[in-house]
């Protein structure tokens, strides 16, 4: 655990790229939330938020829909546009809707660490389900702390990507109770073309799909999202 917690000190400070098992991640940190941004899929492997319902209560909109790019991201850097036309749309991880009592916060869901490509049915669906989920949850427990993050295919299936930027096989989100910690909720969404419903599952299963990517794991002990 130390040496992980040196590990993310070390990106943090230095922003360098890290290879923690093949998987070169940036930590990108903003008030609103921790990106963990992966280079290679040059998507958010993890980002991990609080949420309780002064977070969600203000209704506040967004005065524009379009992903600021993030700087704090090294180059080559994703971009708003780069999805335009690929038939996805822009998935927020950590969503605009746990933030939108204050302007700031709001806008820094709006940034490109904090986006991946999602069919519109995953995105305006089952996404949207366990997001809502999320905040009922968050309003019967009051503070939970959140992590949302990327699923991808084995790289010899072939790994869909658009301008360079994997497509996510799947997302994952888990959700605990700061103060009942054995209050744990885990969903599995798909990042698919139809209809389909979130899954909860086990602790063990998410380690599993998401084994692969030891460092995702790594970072959601280090969160207190797992054991
Ligand atoms: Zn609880």
Known sequence: MRKLVLLLALICLAQIPLSLNAQPLVLSSHKAYDSYYDLYTRNPAVVVWYLDFEDFKGNMKPTTRRFKTDTQLPPPRVKDKDLKGSGYVRGHLCPAGDRDTDRGLLKETYLTSNMSPMTMVCNS??????????????????????????????????????????????????????????????????????????????????????????ASISILKYHGLID
């Open 125 to 214: 669906g089952s996404w949207k389900t366990v997001e809502d989920s999320c905040r009922v949850l968050a309003k019967r427990h009051g503070k939970l702390i959140v992590a949302a993050g990327t699923i991808f295919l084995d790289d010899s299936l072939g790994v869909h990507k658009v301008n360079g930027i994997s497509v996510p096989a799947a997302f994952f989100k888990i959700a605990r109770c700061t103060t009942h910690p054995e209050h744990m909720w885990i969903w599995l969404v798909q990042n698919s073309w139809s209809e389909t419903k979130p899954v909860r599952i086990s602790v063990q299963c998410l380690q599993q799909v998401i084994q692969p990517r030891e």
